[in-house]
């Protein structure tokens, strides 16, 4: 009789210690949490957020990012609403607004490479190896006289500003204009959509190479380079003390993996085995010029 209690009193205590103990986890254990990110298309069709995320994740489990694909115009504009933590894009003028309105904070310049004119191979309005002002006059006569399209993303990304920052110094104003397509969608179906109709476009080398390198569009890069195609890639976080519910703590620390060494590593190597070169550039080794060029960017 006395074995059988004391059988009895082990298992209550054991199942004691293992209520405890799972109670103990239960308190203690991180709590997963989620990330809301908004960023430019760009990013994030080409792969580079998704990886990213992945490898932060080794070091942060309990961090779920969620990423909302957006153009940098859109992507501002819900940071601004409460709909994002931390936004990624490459817009400086509009990025501008947002930091002076105090809306975002902790801004850090993470990566650059250059935007690209493509168009068909036969290149009708005969832009290749022009300057980008000169090739959107190019394409501008040779629309008027039906001899050429241009696909215009027309959403208010990074892209489009950058688009319409061409025209605005070409002193051209095509809008309206029958070979003057806007598309009203990302980078991925406005290129697709300018490959179907032969057309030229302006693009981010990134996505351009990735739809190339699957085959999926016949365009060919016709302008590229130079200063004025520079297209800047920055980070920032939602200011939680103009909004309400920022999850500050997560945005911060994706913020400073992506900046650290480890996170700059990743971006100077994305692409290159896939697509023989990278598709974005770290921005750690030319921080200096990167500012320069994006104070000036952003001023128009």
Known sequence: MKVGKKVVLTGTVIIALVLGLSAIYYFT????????????????????????????????????????PVGSGEAL??????DADMVFVHAPSLEKQ????????????????????????????????????????KIFSTGESGNALFVSRGDNSGTHVKELSLWKKAGL??????????????????????NEKNAYTLSDIGTYLKLKAEDRIDLVALVAGGDELLNIYSVYIVNPEKIEGVNYEAAKAFHNFVA?????????????????????????????????????????
Request: hydrophobic fraction near 40%.
């Open 98 to 137: 947002y930091i002076e309105s105090g809306i975002l904070i902790d801004g850090k310049i993470i990566a650059y490479n250059f935007f690209v004119i493509v168009g068909p191979a036969s290149d009708p309005a005969g832009i290749k190896d022009l300057s980008p002002v000169d090739a959107f006059r």
């Open 173 to 194: 104003n095509p809008q309206g204009r029958n070979w003057y397509i806007e598309s009203g969608t990302g980078m991925s179906d406005t290129l697709l959509i300018a």
């Open 260 to 300: 650290s060494d480890v996170g700059q590593e990743i971006i100077a190597g994305y692409g290159v085995k896939e697509y023989g070169q990278p598709l974005f550039y770290p921005a750690k080794d030319k921080t200096g010029w990167l500012k320069i060029m994006w104070e000036k960017l952003s001023s128009g």
């Open 77 to 82: 504009r819900r940071a601004a609403n409460g």
């Open 29 to 68: 254990a991180p709590k997963e949490t989620i990330l809301h990110v908004s960023t430019t298309t760009s990013l994030y069709a080409t792969g580079l957020l998704e990886e990213l995320a992945e490898r932060f994740k080794e070091t942060h489990p309990n961090v779920v990012v969620q990423f909302i």
